[in-house]
């Protein structure tokens, strides 16, 4: 009898710690739902923003261009009339997930391209012909009903491929220059409103310029681009110390041919701050995908608050790292195909609280700087007071196309996502932070990326970028009267 009373005690005191070990998780993940404001936020009229949502700019018009080809260039080279007659500048605007005003100009012209978004493939070459507007996700969808795959692309595809080109993004495909390298030409209004194609052969000078050179060059138009055939991917992923981590990516993705999509991530709880990290790769794979209902809402909104529970929370970022790390266990081995891994939006992290917002960083490294660039960040972003939410790392090949490149021999991109109160104390705060940051990508003969907030001075912008005053140098030769400008443009030139 004393027996049977001990095992009902014993099983009630597993159920009941049971209940409070998931109990804790889902009340975390509720408190986070419950506190967003999640009030959607009107713009002025004649007023513009990016992703920063601290970039609110006056503009003297907003023109959303037409989807048909002739009428697109009819209308361009009547705002191009307008804008020079009126002595206005011009701005370049897609998705806007640029961060530092790269789409404005105060009291300019704002160019929207967005419903420029047509796409034919040429399945005997294997290129995508698209208008410069069109959102990846649209591409990728368009390609999946021929099994055919975007050749390099950014890690979410919520933004458009004109932004992209103009920022040059990068990909997380192995052995993979940025995104310029899959290009095979564009077609640019200039600002003569004369409509050049652009080429490693024809228009050179131009084509290498407007690939990372945002918007300052012409109105992108149309843009091919290589493709690659949707195949089935397997998932892998390896824990380890941040110290082994170049060491295993030669093991597990330069010495392995089948790794197509690889990325890492550090650990940004306090408890282990920085020193663990994983290795996340997809490999070729025969065997069909299985579908794990990805698209469901639930599922995406199950995620969104587990990122956003980590917000300004030590247990929600132990949580987080937790959830992925475990729940990485039962994927691994599963097979999904490309585009279904590619098609990630960037609503999967979405910040619902009107208060801060969410700024990203990068800094791209040589492998032989990798772990003293770890070592010397870990202290300032310890005593900073702004919140770490997440640091990827991606592995970037040297850029031979785009003049203005950030990759100029093989790197590793460490992309740092942060959240920041709209406060001048903590826009303060990003500001300091985010020039300890560069002087120390600086002394690791790294480069830090161009799309995000300008807290960098010209001087140091040119450490560097030596090849700066070149491309203002060039920018001014095919567009004297600076007709297509921007603020990233005023701030650093």
């Known amino acids: 009898m004393r027996i049977t009373q001990k095992i009902k005690r014993y099983s009630f005191l597993i159920l009941l710690i049971l209940l409070v070990v998931t109990a804790f998780p889902v009340i975390h993940l509720l408190k986070t739902k419950w506190g967003e404001t999640n009030n959607h936020r009107v713009l002025p009229t004649r007023h513009v923003d990016d992703a920063s949502a601290l970039n609110l700019t006056s503009v003297d018009t907003i023109i959303a261009v037409p989807k048909d080809s002739s009428a697109i260039e009819n209308q361009l080279r009547h705002i191009l009339h307008y804008a020079n007659t009126k002595g206005l500048k011009i701005s370049l605007a897609g998705a806007r997930h640029s961060m530092g005003g790269h789409t404005m100009y105060p009291d300019g012209i704002v160019i929207n391209m967005l419903p420029y978004n047509h796409m034919q493939l040429d399945t005997i070459n294997n290129t995508l012909t698209i208008g410069s507007g069109a959102l990846w996700t649209d591409a990728i969808h368009y390609l999946d009903r021929y099994g055919k795959s975007i050749a390099v692309m950014q890690a979410f595809s919520s933004f458009s491929i004109g932004g992209s080109l103009s920022v040059n993004g990068h990909g997380w495909q192995k052995n993979s220059p940025p995104l310029a390298s899959s290009v095979l030409s564009f077609t640019l209004m200039n600002a003569q409103g004369q409509v050049l194609h652009c080429s490693r052969e024809q228009n050179t000078e131009l084509f290498h310029h407007v690939l990372g050179g945002y918007g300052l060059f012409g109105?992108?138009?149309?843009?091919?681009?290589?493709?690659?055939?949707?195949?089935?991917?397997?998932?892998?992923?390896?824990?380890?110390?941040?110290?082994?981590?170049?060491?295993?990516?030669?093991?597990?993705?330069?010495?392995?041919?089948?790794?197509?999509?690889?990325?890492?991530?550090?650990?940004?709880?306090?408890?282990?701050?920085?020193?663990?990290?994983?290795?996340?790769?997809?490999?070729?794979?025969?065997?069909?995908?299985?579908?794990?209902?990805?698209?469901?809402?639930?599922?995406?909104?199950?995620?969104?608050?587990?990122?956003?529970?980590?917000?300004?929370?030590?247990?929600?970022?132990?949580?987080?790292?937790?959830?992925?790390?475990?729940?990485?266990?039962?994927?691994?081995?599963?097979?999904?195909?490309?585009?279904?891994?590619?098609?990630?939006?960037?609503?999967?992290?979405?910040?619902?609280?009107?208060?801060?917002?969410?700024?990203?960083?990068?800094?791209?490294?040589?492998?032989?700087?990798?772990?003293?660039?770890?070592?010397?960040?870990?202290?300032?972003?310890?005593?900073?007071?702004?919140?770490?939410?997440?640091?990827?790392?991606?592995?970037?090949?040297?850029?031979?196309?785009?003049?203005?490149?950030?990759?100029?021999?093989?790197?590793?991109?460490?992309?740092?996502?942060?959240?920041?109160?709209?406060?001048?104390?903590?826009?303060?705060?990003?500001?300091?932070?985010?020039?300890?940051?560069?002087?120390?990508?600086?002394?690791?003969?790294?480069?830090?990326?161009?799309?995000?907030?300008?807290?960098?001075?010209?001087?140091?912008?040119?450490?560097?970028?030596?090849?700066?005053?070149?491309?203002?140098?060039?920018?001014?030769?095919?567009?004297?009267?600076?007709?297509?400008?921007?603020?990233?443009?005023?701030?650093?030139?």
Do not use: C
């Open 219 to 493: 109105i992108i138009l149309d843009i091919k681009l290589k493709v690659v055939n949707n195949q089935s991917l397997k998932y892998h992923y390896v824990n380890l110390a941040p110290e082994n981590y170049t060491k295993y990516y030669k093991k597990y993705i330069l010495d392995n041919p089948k790794v197509d999509l690889v990325f890492g991530r550090l650990r940004v709880s306090k408890k282990h701050f920085l020193a663990e990290a994983t290795l996340n790769y997809f490999e070729q794979a025969e065997e069909p995908p299985i579908q794990l209902f990805r698209q469901e809402k639930k599922i995406e909104e199950t995620k969104r608050l587990i990122f956003r529970g980590s917000v300004n929370s030590e247990y929600g970022k132990r949580l987080r790292w937790d959830l992925e790390t475990s729940s990485a266990i039962p994927a691994r081995h599963l097979t999904f195909t490309r585009n279904e891994i590619m098609d990630s939006q960037v609503s999967l992290i979405e910040n619902k609280d009107t208060t801060s917002t969410d700024l990203l960083h990068e800094y791209f490294i040589p492998e032989r700087n990798f772990m003293n660039f770890i070592q010397d960040i870990k202290p300032i972003l310890s005593k900073s007071k702004l919140d770490l939410l997440n640091i990827t790392i991606r592995a970037v090949n040297r850029d031979h196309d785009a003049y203005l490149n950030y990759a100029r021999e093989d790197v590793f991109g460490f992309v740092l996502l942060f959240n920041q109160k709209k406060t001048a104390r903590q826009e303060a705060d990003m500001y300091s932070l985010t020039n300890l940051l560069v002087d120390i990508a600086i002394k690791n003969g790294g480069t830090y990326y161009l799309p995000y907030r300008l807290h960098i001075a010209k001087d140091k912008m040119r450490k560097a970028y030596p090849q700066a005053d070149s491309f203002f140098k060039t920018k001014t030769k095919y567009d004297p009267s600076e007709l297509f400008n921007n603020k990233f443009y005023r701030h650093y030139k």
